[in-house]
Structures are given as C-alpha cells and as structure tokens.
C-alpha cells in the first residue's frame, strides 16, 4: 500500500495534534503544574517583601548609605558615621549563587564604624551580599553584588 502526499499530511497532523495533548493533558492532571498560588504563604511572603523595600528605601534616605570598599586582601564594610556604631545591629549575608554551601552569616557587632571581611572567608567569583541592619528601632537594607 503506498502513501500519497494528502495522506501523509493528515497523518503527519494527527500525530503532532496527539503530541501537543497529551502535554495539555499532563498539565492540567499532573499536580506538579498547580496552577494555584505558587506557596502556601503567598501573602505573608508579600508582607515580608514589602517590608524589605522600606528597608531599603530607609538606606536610601540616609546621607549616606552603607559603603563597601576593597581594601588589598579584605572587603570593609562601612555604615553611615552619623550614627553610633556600638547600636548598630543586625546581619550580614554572603550568598554564593553558585554554591550555597559557601554562604556565611555574620551577625554585626562593631567595634568600630566598619567591619572587616578577609579574602579568606570567600572563594573566588561572585558574591551577593546583603547587609539587614537596625539602629533605633529602625530597619535599613543594603544590598550589592561583589567579586572577589
């Protein structure tokens, strides 16, 4: 039996229109493709998030802001000399986009108006670092990405 030209269009159709529903019926059976709000959550999470962009507009408001600088083998983290660095509080997060088994930590606790990071805490490459801190009850966020 041979197969003309119309006959292998209308075959070649069906198969690709077979093709195209099984994956629409694999989406709307399949739970893994919920298409309800992505986390449990949701709201709270938005909370949450507004909250982290008063805080960064806070620092924005600053005369100045949070700095870091490279000074030779360490990075310094600078904050504002308006205030008095002993009531500063809060936390400093390093995260390795590559590898979060490299991220780090660190509660502030200042001894001066900066804090010093050495190269040896931080592999080569990029790094995220995300500085939450308070000071008179007040939430600051600073955020920058740096290479090491």
Do not use: C
């Amino acid at each position: 039996m041979k197969i003309n030209w119309g006959t292998g269009i209308v075959i070649a159709m069906a198969v690709f229109m077979s093709f195209i529903l099984y994956f629409v019926l694999q989406m709307v059976i399949s739970s893994a493709y919920d298409p309800e709000m992505v986390t449990e959550d949701y709201y709270q999470k938005e909370y949450v998030f507004q909250q982290e962009i008063d805080a960064i507009q806070n620092g924005n408001a600053l005369k100045d802001n949070v700095k870091i600088n490279k000074e030779g083998n360490a990075f310094s983290v600078i904050f504002p000399q308006e205030f008095n660095y002993e009531e500063i509080s809060g936390t400093i997060y390093m995260y390795r986009p590559s590898d979060k088994n490299l991220d780090i930590e660190i509660p502030i606790k200042l001894d001066a108006s900066s804090y010093i990071i050495p190269n040896e805490q931080l592999a080569e490459g990029k790094w995220q670092i995300s500085i939450d801190w308070q000071y008179h009850d007040k939430n600051y966020l600073y955020k920058k990405t740096i290479y090491n």
